[in-house]
């Protein structure tokens, strides 16, 4: 039993549909597979993105921050004969 499908449609420009296209040829695999491919690999980032950033605004909320002036001084330490350590919450 194979797993239910959709057909999805989507306007490409044609450099990028060229590029689609000669993926597939060297991977000798279709246009379809590559695409799957890489929308897959699309969404994944995307959902990890949000989770980070999700995870984040959980870290602001508690408070768990790094003061802007500590953070500054430390940039502005880097690449002087005396760095400071990075600051930490």
């Given at each position: 039993?194979?797993a239910a499908t959709r057909v999805?449609?989507?306007?490409?420009p044609s450099g990028l549909a060229?590029?689609?296209?000669?993926?597939?040829?060297?991977?000798?695999?279709?246009?379809?597979?590559?695409?799957?491919?890489?929308?897959?690999?699309?969404?994944?980032?995307?959902?990890?993105?949000?989770?980070?950033?999700?995870?984040?605004?959980?870290?602001?909320?508690?408070?768990?921050?790094?003061?802007?002036?500590?953070?500054?001084?430390?940039?502005?330490?880097?690449?002087?004969?005396?760095?400071?350590?990075?600051?930490?919450?």
């Open positions: 039993m194979s999805i449609t989507a306007h490409v060229e590029k689609v296209d000669a993926m597939a040829a060297r991977l000798d695999r279709s246009r379809g597979w590559v695409m799957k491919q890489a929308l897959a690999a699309w969404v994944d980032q995307e959902e990890e993105r949000h989770r980070l950033t999700l995870e984040a605004l959980a870290d602001v909320d508690a408070g768990r921050v790094v003061d802007h002036g500590a953070m500054l001084a430390w940039v502005d330490s880097l690449g002087t004969d005396t760095p400071l350590p990075p600051p930490v919450e």
